[in-house]
């Protein structure tokens, strides 16, 4: 993609991008929110047109007007919000805009066996062709998405946010059917704002900032953190991320937890909370610590400090959460620190 220009009434989303992906290889797109990623990848899905601009494939200058065209030159999109019908099969999503020749029965017995090849390509095969969609996880609704984009032959597959709905196990078979397609020859471009998933899954990367390419085809392995930083903030790591001054060792307990149990959810979560100090939650790491269906998975819920309030307010029936009352603090401050 070279000098990408694209306009919306009041934004300039791209001012000029440049991407350049290679076969086999795995890369990353990173920017701030509203740098721009959501809208090149459109450009590149055909699903946006620019206005200044050329996307080449294989050298060729090619027109991508519309998404089938840019399925046609082997491009497929998995996008943030997944686009599957709930109401349709796993096998109906799969070949969804590109039905089989065959018609009918045939049609619809070989879209089944191709569909499981796919699913057990990517490492689930219990995932079946005549398994209606709406009745998967939001995990099984990415894999049906992915097995889409495969069914086209695709050369490039653009993952947007790919392990946002994923937990940690699925997060590995994810890592491992992009190694699986890299390792053919498919290039993948990954969207993420999670520096340690890109320092894995990544070979090169390009940072967006502001609607421009800030920096292209730098090696993951060797790009410093604080570099990248750098380069999506336009600050240095301390100014984007200020130092804050040590609380007092003695600073008083203004959240305590204690042995937090959600049955299927999480348990034996325990921690405190000194007045001053910022909490970074490692539940979520532990092996049975999954995303909660119940109100506590509420938006803001998974952010660990208000995942503790939000948590609390839930109230099953073994939390010993001792009020920030109990430790010799006002309630009203500790809530808003909290
Ligand atoms: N359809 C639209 N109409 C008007 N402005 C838009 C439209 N789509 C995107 N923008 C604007 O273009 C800019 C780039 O947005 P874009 O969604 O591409 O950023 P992003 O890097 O994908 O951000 P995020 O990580 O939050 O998804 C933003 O200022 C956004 O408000």
Redesign the pocket.
Known sequence: MRGIVKT????R??DGVDLEVRCGEVHCLL??????????I?VLAGAHQPDEGTVLVDGEPVVLARPTDALRHGIATMY?ELDVVDGLTVAENVYLGHELATAGFTQRRVAARRTRELMARLGHPEIRPRTEVGALSAAGKQIVSMARALSHDARVIVMDEPTAVLDSEEVENLFRVVAELTAAGIAVVY?S?RLEEIRRVGDRLTV?KD?RTVATGLPVASTERAELIRLMTGRAVEYAIPRRPAPAAAAPVVLDVEGLELAGSFRDVSFTVRAGRSWASRAWSAPDARRSSSPCSAPGARRPGRFAWAAARCAPARWPVRSPRASGCAPRSARARA
């Open positions: 919306f009434p009041g934004a989303a791209l920017g701030q929110n509203g740098a721009g990623k959501s809208t090149l459109k943030q969207i704002h967006l609607g």
